[in-house]
Structure formats: structure tokens, C-alpha cells
């Protein structure tokens, strides 16, 4: 439809006559006049998506009674996947996508003058995370769907969601990401299954007639966990899976008892404190606060998932939890649920009254834990005290555990004591605290990190000692990513390409994008690949010139980092060479010189000094870059602010250098990087992560390596002199030159100091000045290869053709195979539209 006739339908009010089309035309049409009482498309959009989203959510619903009726009348294995983060972003177009209603849908907009893509941009982000352990979450979901494994997702409905970023004079300002407030018209409520979530009070001890000692949690002040569920749909399968968010809500007695005794006030005080545990998703990323709200947080999700799946045992077999293990799995997502292993203990303990054995049975069979960080400062540790307080029967199973776990230690390395207090889970001190990672290992059957190198780095360090005790418990699951949502969805014109030269079964079965690996050398697959490139590259310059002003130049090398500001992410080595190529350039050593784009996102975390700082420097090099007529031609550089999934959706497809630029050891795995690889980026980066994985699957040929290797790490940190190292660096010499001569910080003499002392620092963790140099020889390798376009397309195509292994199916697959065991669901197409 073109626009003349979009404007004139947009003035005419819509006909009844809507109701005589398809199925999907007639809802949408119901939903946006009656449910929603309008009559009118207004600039927005808002209500046409609520009323779209309204009529696909229908049908998500319809099909996920479909799945829990058959699930629920075979009975079967299944898998709760515990999170404080989901990071789900847009929901409407992955669910058009999965259920195959693009034709239909596009169809029934017209009758609004609408098209999707502009409906689409009117739904907010549910950003329920930080970053890639969240997203990954949200990655698993689809594929555990599309997949037809029985998973649950729970986490927390937050009111308030990671914050929106935007800058004033090149600073990060935080707003807070208020995403409910047009309502969400995915969710479901289910108020008849809320749960009651203690704390505080004490416990107390008494004996029964048969002289066994009981102890009872009283005096509690309990909250109410509401759940809200959110369908998750399979590809093309008639599978929707669940999301639960739990919101914390006041009970209702609370409230009486205090407004009878004539105290409104503190009732409403008090109804207050209790919604505020789900009120705001804590903006932290890889290192911990210790805020008293985020351990209540971390229990409300733990006590209120158990509850409602101890509570559906009850009902279906009673109190008999000998087969228990045989039906569920706990997958924790980090520690931050860890204590789940405790809480399932004190259910099983006190409100089923099985003793410790059987319940320590149950429960370490039934939990199993990820691991994703090796960074200590992200490694939760609870005060003692704050524990005893706010949990105080948690506490003592987790005393009781301790002490068990230490007679296994004490017989396992006889004498030594040391060996002691390194394993117990609880750390002693000034201030003790509670281990949250040992008690996730203690309490689990299953340990695993999320790249071969990551679990490598942690059977062999940070959890030696656990692994010599258990290795069987240890394995390695690779990280994944969704190819529906980060190439089907994002990427249309590239995933069409794909489908015109291997078919479309890599869209389910990903492996077999490897089939493109035979039509690398193909001159009219390159120029397709190119033009598709092209287009999305001029996609993402609109996207930057909207949000920064800046202009991009769809013709150069674009070259990107997004992802979270952090020191062993190492934003800062990326602009030092950004500031290199400048002083090329002023220099007029252009011989050979590759224009490029540079581009950065991602946020800080509030409290984050460096990080922050870190920010303001790429900003004032960005004006100082964008403002000079002579860096024009050659180098553009900008900052993209509120950098979310959203965003990231039309980064990927448009990226031709990938930044993957972490001090070798501290990325876990990365999920960014096999986003880009996917869209055909090719990849800068360091040995560290899954990049190694990346590296080895498309071969270095087709990979820009540089950097410090693990196994040289603690002889480089023993003798590093980063002073000496920059003395001998002409190039490195002349970016400090530059950065300290206060070139980008004119009226504000010392503001980069310590980033520059950070650098400069013998200490320095992230050895920015010790990659420095082989860094730029790799920028110029990949700014050389650009200049030879046939050679650049082959090889990304060949990085398309290789991420197979990247697919979160696959990362799914092995989480099922080695750890879950969960049956998919046999479920024939006819049954299902029966019961729909
Ligand atoms: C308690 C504060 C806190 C918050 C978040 C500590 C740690 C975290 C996360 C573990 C940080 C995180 O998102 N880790 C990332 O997980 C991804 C998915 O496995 C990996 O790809 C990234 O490498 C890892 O940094």
C-alpha cells in the first residue's frame, strides 16, 4: 500500500464492514473497538498494537491451554528455569513470526492504513535484565519451545525495569524504564495461585507426642507473590510455553490487623514495603551491592516458585515426595536463586515433615546450577547477621548443611583444616557471610559454566577444590542464541537470501546453515550479500542520525561495540585506538586507510565510576572526532544511547567488525559475539569466551585474533610495566600523548585522569597497554581485508555459515541430553486446534 492511500484511511473511521475478513481481521477489529473503546488510529499507534497484540495473545492462549492439557494428562518430567532476569525485549513480532501470521496480519492493518513495523515500534521493552545472562534466558525460552520441552520460566515482575539511558554532555543520565505503565497485553494474571512468602520473625522449637523435635518459622510478615504468566511460543509447533512473574504484593490481613487498631497509616506503610521487593530490577551488572532488598528479592522468587510447584505435587500425588526428583528440575540461573536449595529443604523439613535425609535427597537431585562470571567481585556473599534476621530458618538449614558438607570435606582431605574453611559455605571474618556459590554446588547435581574455556577456568580455579571432590557434577553447556529473533526476525532480507540458496530448515534446525559454507565463492550470492549489507547498514545510519545527530556513512567499514560498560569489556582499548586512527589521520598517514564508523553502546551501572567515565571519554573523542573537517572522509564515531534488545535488532544485521575485545579471562562466554557472527560480522577479538569456540569453527583465517593467551596471564601480571610498554610503542606513545595533552577535555584539565592512572597502573587487571599493539595490527588487517570486498563478503559469509553451533537449540539440546531429561512433547496439530 502506498502512502496516499495510508493517510487516507488513517482519517476514515473503521467500517463494520472489517468484520466480514478473516478471523484475525474480525478480533483485531473487536479488540480495538470494544475491548479498548476506540474508533480511531491516532498518531501513536499505541492501541492499534494493544489491539494486535490482544488478538495474537488470544491465540498464544488458546494454544497454551492446548499444551498444558496434554501435558497435564501424561504425566511428565519438567524443568523450572529460576531467574531474577528475563530480558525478553519486544514480545509481538516473535510471536507473528513463531505462529506464521505475518500474511494475515499485515493483511488486517490495512484497514488502519497501518503497517506493522510502525505498530511493532509502539511496544516498550520488557526489560526485565542487565544484560547477556538475562537475554540468554529469554533465548532459552524460545528454543525450549520450539524445542517442545516442558520448561518453565519464573522470575519477578518488575515494576520498573532496567533504566533508560540518555546523555547530557557526553554523561550518563539514568530514567527510570517505567515499561508497565500502558499496560502489558501479555500477561495473564492468576491470583488464585499467589503464594505466601515469609519473613522475619523467629523460630521456635517444640516436641511432638512421639518426642521428635519440630521447629516452626512464627511471628512472620509474610508477603503475597501474585503470579502473572506471559506465553512463550515455539516456532511453527502449536507449543506455548509459560513465563511466571511473580509481583509482591501485601496480604490482606496485614492490612486489617493494623487498620483496626486505628493504624492507617503504618498499614498503608506497610503495604508499601511489601510491593517494593518487585518495584525495581537492580541495574548491577557482575558485582554484587549487597542490598537487603535484593536478597528479600532473590527469596520471594525462590519461596514463591517452589511453593506454587510443591503445592501442584500435593495436589496431584499428596504428600508423598519419593518420585518427586523423577518429575522436577530446578535450573538456577546464577546464585542469584541459589537459595532455593535452602528453601526447598525447609518446605520439605517443616511443612511436609520429612526428615533431613530424603530431604536432602530430593533437593540435591533435583537442582542444578550455571555459573556465569568468574569476576570475585560478582560472587554473592549474604552477611550472617542479614540472613539471621530476615531468614532466620534459612539460616540455620543452612548451618545444618554446612556442618554435613564439612564431615565430607574433613573425610575426603583427613587433618586439614584450611582445606576447611576454604570450602565452607560460610566465610569467615570480621563479618561472616554465606557462600552463595557453594551452597548453588553443594545443593546441585549438576555445575556448569557457559563456554568451554569459562568452565574450564572454573573446574581449575575458582572451584578446584569442589571439583576434586565431585567432578562428575561439572560440564560445560556453550552458550546460544535464538536464530528466529537474531536472524529470521532482525535480519528479513538476509534470512530470505539464505532461504533462496539452502531452503529454510536452518530456521529450526540451525546446523544446517552450514549448507552456505559450499556458495562462499559465489559472485552472485556476493553481490546479493552485499546489497543486503548495504541496506542494512543505511537502516542503522538513520537509527544513529536519529538518536545522536551523527551521520554515518553506509559505505565504510562499520565497526561496533554494544554491550555493558565494564573495565574487562574494555570499551577504553577500543576508543585508544579510535584516537590512533585520528592521529593517522592528522598526521596524514592515510596510506592504506580504511573509512570507518565507529559505534558504541551500552549502559553503565549507576554506581559505576570508571565505567561511566569510560562513557564521557568515547562521547568528548566522538565531538572531537565528528567536529573536525579533516576526519570527515576518513572516521566517524558515535555513542548510541539506551542501548537495549531493541536496538541491537538493527544493530547486527548492519555490523561489519564485531568487537569482542575482553582481557582474556573474564568473559564468561559472550552471546553478543554470536549474534554478529550470525549476521555475517566478522569478529575482532580476543581468545576469551566463547570466542574461542567462534575462532574454531570458522577458522582464524576468518577471524581477527590478537591479544594475551590464558596460560600467559600470571607470567604478564608478575613483571607488568604498562609505562614501559607504552615507552616503547610509537603508536601507544602517541594516543597517551594525546589523551593526556587534555586535547578532549579542554575545560576540565584532570577529568580522564584515572582512566589514564588506570592504564598506566603496574596493577593494571585488564592489561589495556599490554594488548594495545597487537590490537591496532589487527584493525589493520581487517581495515585491509575491507578494501578487497570479494575476499571480505566470502569470509562473511563463511562466519554466517559457521555459527550453527550458536543456536541456543543446540545449547538447549545438551542441557536436556546431559542434565534436564525432559521428554519433548509428542503433540499432533489436530489435538491441539480440538482443544483450542
Ligand atoms: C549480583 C550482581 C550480579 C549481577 C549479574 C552478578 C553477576 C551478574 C551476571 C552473572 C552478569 C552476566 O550477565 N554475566 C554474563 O552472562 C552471559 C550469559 O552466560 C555471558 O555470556 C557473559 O559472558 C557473562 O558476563
Redesign the pocket.
Known sequence: MNKKTNLAKKKTPISASVIENSDLSEDLYRHFYYTLGRDQVNKSQRYLYQALALTIRDRLVAKCRATNQHRETTPHKQVAYLSL?FLMGRALNNAILNLDLAPQVTQALTHYGSELEQVAAAEHDAGLG???????AACFLDSCATLKLPVVGYGLRYEYGMFNQSLEQGRQIEQPDHWLHEGHPWEIAAPEQSQRVKFFGHVEVYKDKNGREHRVWVNTQDVLAVPYDVPIPGYRNDVVNRLRLWKSEATEEFDLSEFNAGSYPEAVAKKNQAEQITMVL?P??????GKEL?LRQQYFLSSATLQDIIAKWVKQYGEDFHNFPKFHVFQLN?T?PSIAVAELMRILLDDYQLDWDKAWQITSSTMAY?N??L?PE?L?KWPVRLFERLLPRLLEIIYEINARFLQQVATCWPGDTQKQRDMSLIEEGPEPKVRMAYLAIVGSYSVNG??AL?TELLTNGLFKDFYALWPERFNNKT?GVTPRRWLSHCNPKLANLINQQIGDEWVSDFSKVNALRAKFDNKSLHKQWQQVKLDNKQALVDLVKRETGVEFDATMLFDVQVKRIHEYKRQLLNILHVIHLYERIREGELEGFTPRCVLFGGKAAPGYFMAKLTIRLINHVADAINNDPVAKPYLRVAFLPNYNVTAMETICPATDLSEQISTTGK?????GNMKFMMNGALTIGTLD??NIEISEAVGLDNFFLFGAKAEQLTQIREHYNPNEIIANSPNLSRVMGLLESGHFNLFDPDLFQPLINSIRDNHDQWLTAYDFDSYVKAQEDAAALYQDQSAWTQKSILNTAASGMFSSDRTISQYNNDIWQVQAIEFNKAQGERNA
Open positions: 532476569e542487565n544484560g547477556g545472562l538475562g537475554r540468554l537492580y548491577n551488572d557482575a558485582s554484587e551491592n535484593r546464577d542469584h550455571t556465569h562470571t569476576l560478582a554473592e557457559v563456554a569459562h552458550n568473559e564468561a562466554s559472550g552471546t569466551g566463547a
